[in-house]
């Protein structure tokens, strides 16, 4: 049987001579086979290459989030020891008020962590071995201590509150502006000549100068007595009355609310007087104390 041979002929652009290839069946086939091969390995090849590249691609994003990731994280770790830090300083000065409040109960000086102050070198945190969970354990001990710092403050705060209103309800100031003419205690009476307790203080001062409460609370009585003359008594609460005599005129009614340097009248020398001055008297509990006492300013 004859073979069967295939040409392939080429013809250039120029005038060249065209040329001619023969080839038998078997090397045509031989030669579609070499590259049908060549054509499947260069398609694997490429979808490879374009694989990887995608590959590459998302491994870079990948690792830049990680990159990310780990500076946010090294930042949320500085960050917590910093607010480790400010809750012990914290805690030190509540356990300072505490003590400069006078507060003893349990309750309020309940162990509410331990503080640390600076860390001396070679004691900072180890970032790189610092795990997730130890993370998370230590912003958990942060927070528990920052909610006992939290209700320590508060026990703290309703005590302030209380002492604000107690002083604010305590006499401290001078009723008026004058000089001291007959002080509180046993004394010689200036009308019988014979010994004397005087209840009060009397301050001289000029005729109508403004007498004023020195605490908060509230009007009891406003009269007119024999020996007082024209008097003014202040509830404050807490056991505290204080009473103004020899008044020249009121500025106040009964029952009225007052507050510490409100006028409740003015100098007179009304009543048992010889001259200008309002008698000041502090009562606590009915009993009658020495006013200079509870005076702060001078």
């Avoid at 040329?19 to 070499?34: A, G, R």
């Avoid at 508060?154 to 001078?174: C, G, H, M, Y």
């Avoid at 009007?219 to 020996?227: F, G, L, N, P, Q």
């Amino acid at each position: 049987m004859a073979k069967k041979y295939f040409s392939l002929i080429i013809v250039p652009h120029n005038r060249g001579k065209f040329k001619t290839v023969t080839l038998s069946e078997k090397k045509l086939k031989i030669l579609i086979t070499v590259l049908t091969l060549l054509f499947s390995a260069l398609t694997v090849f490429l979808i490879d290459y374009f694989s990887m590249n995608v590959t590459r691609q998302k491994y870079r994003e990948l690792f830049d989030e990680n990159s990310r990731q780990k500076q946010a994280i090294t930042k949320y770790k500085v960050s917590l020891n910093k607010l480790q830090a400010n809750i012990n300083e914290f805690e030190t000065y509540a356990k300072k008020i505490n003590v400069m409040a006078g507060l003893k109960s349990p309750d309020v000086l309940k162990e509410v962590g331990v503080g640390g102050g600076d860390r001396a070198s070679g004691q900072e945190v180890d970032y790189s071995s610092y795990s997730q969970d130890a993370g998370l354990n230590h912003a958990e001990r942060i927070s528990r201590k920052a909610d006992g710092i939290d209700k320590n403050l508060d026990t703290l705060v309703r005590f302030f509150e209380n002492q604000t209103s107690k002083l604010a309800s305590t006499p401290t100031i001078w009723p008026t502006t004058g000089w001291l003419t007959s002080a509180f205690g046993t004394r010689m009476d200036p009308f019988t000549g014979k010994k004397a307790f005087h209840y009060g203080i009397d301050i001289a001062s000029s005729f109508g100068n403004s007498i004023v409460a020195t605490a908060d609370g509230f009007v009891s009585h406003v009269k007119r007595e024999k020996i007082g003359g024209n008097t003014v008594i202040i509830s404050h609460g807490g056991g505290f009355t204080t009473v103004y005599c020899h008044l020249s005129k009121f500025a106040v009614r009964a029952g009225q609310k007052i507050k510490r340097w409100d006028v409740v009248g003015y100098i007179g020398q009304t009543g048992k007087a010889l001259g200008p001055h309002v008698h000041y008297e502090v009562r606590r509990n009915g009993k009658a104390v020495n006013p200079y006492q509870y005076v702060l300013e001078e």
